[in-house]
């Protein structure tokens, strides 16, 4: 009797287990612009429809780890208008304004993620830090441009 009780909870654990893994179709990302650096990615912008809705994903290589491939994204919608106002506040900090202010930084939700951006000093020239918990990358005000598709 107890061995015909552990095949029915085996076999039915079994069942259950198979009921947890549904195959999907991959989703049709299409590129809105990406940075590349001597061959490698170094960041790119995607979006898809999802019903009446976009979801964009900003991929990136984490400057901290630059001896090994180490990537991070940002997944956001484009509820209210995100993607003009995300690229208008990055393009903010190369503004006449806030060009030369070093306490300019702006910290911010975008999707489930916390996000900090800042001034940084490139080898050619002015640029921003965008960091959030799993890496940073910095990138020139044309970067912004070619990655937003405005150029």
């Known amino acids: 009797m107890m061995k015909l009780l552990l095949s029915i909870l085996f076999t039915t654990a079994t069942f259950a287990c198979n009921a947890q893994l549904t195959m999907a179709e991959p989703a049709e990302w299409k590129v809105i612009g990406q940075l590349k650096t001597l061959g490698s990615l170094k960041a790119k912008l995607e979006y898809r429809i999802d019903g009446r809705d976009t979801i964009y994903f900003l991929f990136m290589k984490d400057f901290k780890k630059q001896e090994e491939p180490h990537y991070f994204g940002i997944k956001f919608r484009s509820t209210g208008d995100t993607f003009s106002k995300l ?11 806030n060009r030369k202010n070093k ?20 080898v050619t020239g002015k ?14 005000e044309r970067d912004i441009d070619k990655l937003f598709g405005m150029k």
């Open 87 to 97: 690229y208008e506040l990055l393009k903010s900090f190369f503004s006449e304004e």
């Open 103 to 122: 306490n300019y930084s702006k910290t911010f939700r975008l999707g489930e993620e916390m996000v900090n951006v800042q001034h940084y000093l490139l």
């Open 127 to 140: 640029g921003i830090m965008i960091s959030t918990n799993d890496g940073y990358i910095n990138l020139a």
